[in-house]
């Protein structure tokens, strides 16, 4: 099990290097960015989270397969891969089908142009050429100069039932977003194996994205994400997210407690550890935590890192 830290649309641009290098000092497992319209670019983002660390890995979820050719992910991918051999992981998805529409590049397939996509990615990686168009984009003998020595992970974040099965059988990981709670997570995993045996493959790595706030007084810390929490419900309310939750019943009305607590970890230091562990016996392999307040967010890395983490999974709380 690995705790990792999400930065993304809350951290402005100039200040992800030195939040991504304390984060490893304090030892986090893992780094995410979280490439959100219209905020800051997932790959320089993640190149800045890499230039900033040494060892720890760095992933970029997501990567719409709409909002980039494929060619062109697999350009970005493979350089990043070689400056950065066995560190990076790319994540690629549909993206937010509302951002999708507003650049005019939604689409009537989702879940074919994910997997044609993806496995254009995985080709151009391999140095293979493709010659052969896909629903969603035309490839006119393509082939990368400079493919990765080594092979990154390619990740797909997914929602659905449809989508989690093909995360299931093709991909090294899963992400799945906020407002994962346990039940829906339980319910994902069980999508994902599905799919992963389907294809003779073995499970892939779930990370769960995770709104996070901590505070000795635990009504501040839900104060912290209570907002956020309300956003992404009222966004996902048609989605598995909400329907496969334990209030399945919840469709962008006031926010409180319950939800608060579903959708998000928050609370005392003892109270978020417990909230964590839940979401590991439910089925997460990791979780990368999306801090709040996004104002403080070195505070709340240091009482992350030195009040939450030593009660992890020690039954103390």
């Known amino acids: ?73 697999a350009m970005e991918i493979a350089g990043l891969a070689r400056m950065h051999p066995g560190r990076f992981r790319a994540g690629l998805g549909l993206g937010n089908r509302h951002w999708l529409r507003q650049m005019g590049l939604d689409t009537d397939r989702p879940l074919t142009a994910v997997g044609e996509s993806f496995d254009a990615v995985r080709a151009l990686l391999a140095g293979q050429e493709i010659d052969k168009p896909t629903y969603a984009h035309h490839f006119g003998q393509i082939r990368l100069d400079h493919p990765p020595i080594r092979l990154p992970q390619l990740w797909i974040g997914a ?77 996902e309310a048609h989605t598995a997210l909400v329907g496969q939750s334990a209030l399945p019943a919840t469709h962008g009305a006031e926010i409180g407690d319950r939800e608060v607590g579903e959708f998000a970890v928050a609370g005392t230091p003892a109270q978020v550890a417990a909230g964590l562990d839940e979401l590991y016996a439910a089925g997460a392999d990791s979780i990368g935590l999306w801090l709040f307040p996004g104002d403080s967010f070195a505070a709340v890395l240091e009482r992350m890192a030195c009040d939450v983490v030593p009660l992890i999974g020690t039954g103390t709380h």
């Open 159 to 235: 929602v659905n039932r449809r989508a989690l099965r093909l995360a299931g059988a093709k991909a090294d990981g899963v992400l799945l977003s906020v407002l994962a709670g346990p039940a829906y997570i339980r319910w994902a995993r069980a999508e994902i194996a599905r799919g992963a045996a389907a294809a003779g493959r073995k499970m892939p790595r779930i990370t769960v994205f995770t709104l996070a706030a901590v505070d000795d007084d635990p009504a501040i810390a839900r104060y912290a994400v209570r907002d956020a929490v309300g956003f992404f419900v009222r966004a």
């Open 1 to 73: 099990m690995t705790l990792g830290i999400v930065f993304g649309s809350l951290t402005p641009p100039e200040q992800l290097t030195t939040g991504a290098a304390r984060a490893e000092q304090l030892g986090f497992g893992e780094l995410w960015f979280s490439e959100d319209c219209f905020f800051s670019g997932g790959m320089s983002g993640v190149a800045q989270l890499l230039a900033a660390t040494r060892e720890v890995p760095v992933g970029l979820g997501l990567a719409s397969v709409m909002t980039r050719h494929p060619a062109v992910l």
